[in-house]
């Protein structure tokens, strides 16, 4: 949905005003989006259609597209807190985050493997890593290339101003396993193949490619996965749900590993599909060319 132009924007809004202004500024510009960009209004569309299918709802013929403009209401929120919190300390988290189970990552953390953390475009996965960062945590996030030279460095300054170190896909895996032999932590999407290192699976009742990067890194390198979500709640304050670690030790291989983390995606994508950002057709550009 969001080229170049809306980050600006987005950028000027959430630093130039308070919070509860730049918000609905920016819900009136997604609500622009919602009423003019037709392609991402569908794709939206279909990809909630897809999930609430996969949860048996058959959905009132005006919930689709109240929540469909929802999603645009929700990313124009994204956007807004992506600019305005660059800098976050534990002060911050304090303020706004509320951490269920963070013992789990403490414990995974202490174990001196390294963790893989899985996480989806869901919530704001971005500020996520910037809260992981602010309680001390060492984060490498891997990141696709956006396809702008210009939006690719004004998102990396973004990053980089809250601690997190940023590697793109595609760089060695081997520098992903340092990081990993290191205790660091190594943060990956796993609802999106940029990648091409991918396995077929079925998702919400579709095959699709997920990649599989994250359960082959925990294998290779002994890594607990970590599976954690940064949601956003109804006061505009965020939950972050830590999910319990997957030994690779203790799990049945590559395969195995990669399922459970795909149902724990299908999890929280359908307990609030209006929090996941994806504007295009997800079954269909994502989709399985096998019958």
Known sequence: MAGYLAYRIAALIARGLPRRQAYWVGLRIADAYYAFDAPARRAVESN??????????????????????????YFGKYLVDFFRLAHLDRADVER???IERPERLAAAYRRG???VLVTAHLGNWELGGAVLCALGYTVHAV????????????????????????????RS?????????????????ADRDFSHEHLETAFFGRTVRLPRGP????????APVVPLF???????????????????????????????????????????????FVFHDFWKSEGSAAP
């Open 48 to 73: 909630l259609r897809q999930v609430l299918a996969w949860r048996g709802v058959n959905p009132a013929r005006d919930a689709l597209p109240g929540l469909t403009r929802k999603t645009f209401q």
């Open 96 to 98: 706004l985050v509320s």
């Open 113 to 115: 493997r390294g963790v």
């Open 143 to 170: 990141v696709a290339p956006a396809r702008l030279p210009r939006l690719e460095r004004l998102l990396r300054r973004q990053r980089e101003r809250r601690g997190m170190r940023v590697v793109q896909v595609g």
């Open 173 to 189: 895996a081997r520098s992903l396993l340092r990081r990993l032999q290191a205790g660091d932590c190594v943060a990956l999407l």
């Open 215 to 222: 359960a082959w890194l925990a294998h290779r390198a002994g």
């Open 230 to 276: 940064l949601l956003r709640q109804e006061d505009d304050t965020y939950l972050l749900r830590v999910h319990e670690p997957i030994d690779p030790a203790e799990d049945g291989g590559i395969a195995s590993t990669h399922a459970r983390i795909r149902d724990i995606l299908q999890q929280e994508i359908a307990a609030c599909p209006h929090q996941w």
